[in-house]
């Protein structure tokens, strides 16, 4: 009987600490929220970065439709977790419209970091379904490939068939990993 209260004094006490990790986040977030300068802005320099970490980024910049980037991702976790950040769609170089990435996750976790990610939609289809849904969860809808180094090293723009390719970049901090498997992007107004 002790072993299980003690199992479940410790779950108690992660649920409480991550309830209160998340609550400093999304107050961090709404408290400190970017203007829409801001994020365009934020936005232009993530993919500059990006494109000089990552030439085949750039490359398949040239040959997508439009690109979502979300140049700042905070996440933290303690048995639960979770993740938000803001974003740009932009097509033809301009701004189209702002989105949010919102992820929750549980599991073997502790820590948190800071990142940034851009998908980079390949044809009107993938930009339609993203405009049409009420909050796109990746890895439900169009098919986005997660683009890391062992993926880079067989995919050229001749070889693109999917209707997103997914870079995450610039990680800081102290948790391993990261996925945006089941992150869900949700419009917002600036």
């Given at each position: ?5 003690n199992?479940?004094?410790?779950t108690?006490l992660?649920?409480?600490?991550m309830?209160?990790a ?7 977030s709404?408290a ?8 365009n802005?934020?936005?232009d320099q993530?993919l500059?970065?990006l494109?000089k ?16 980037v979300?140049?700042n ?11 938000y950040?803001?974003?740009?769609l932009q097509q ?6 702002y989105?949010n990435?919102?992820?929750g996750s ?5 820590g948190?970091?800071?990142?940034g ?5 390949m044809?009107s289809t ?14 439900v ?11 880079a ?7 693109l ?11 800081q901090?102290l948790?391993?990993g990261?996925s ?11």
């Amino acid at each position: 009987m002790t072993k299980l209260r003690n199992i479940f004094l410790a779950t108690s006490l992660s649920v409480a600490t991550m309830t209160g990790a998340i609550a400093t986040v999304s107050t961090f977030s709404s408290a400190n929220a970017a203007t829409a300068e801001d994020l365009n802005t934020d936005a232009d320099q993530a993919l500059a970065k990006l494109y000089k970490s990552s030439p085949l980024a750039e490359q398949i910049s040239k040959k997508a439709v439009a690109v979502l980037v979300f140049p700042n991702v905070v996440k933290a976790g303690l048995v639960f977790g979770g993740a938000y950040g803001e974003g740009v769609l932009q097509q033809n170089h301009k701004v189209d419209s702002y989105y949010n990435s919102v992820t929750g996750s549980w599991g073997l976790q502790a820590g948190a970091q800071s990142y940034g990610y851009a998908v980079f939609l390949m044809n009107s289809t993938a930009v339609k379904y993203l405009h049409e849904s009420h909050g796109w969860e990746i890895g439900v809808g169009p098919t986005v490939v997660i683009v890391d180094d062992g993926i880079a090293k067989n995919l050229s723009t001749s070889t693109l068939k999917d209707d997103a390719y997914a870079f995450i970049f610039d990680q800081q901090g102290l948790m391993a990993g990261v996925s945006i498997e089941g992150t869900k992007i949700s419009k917002i107004k600036r």
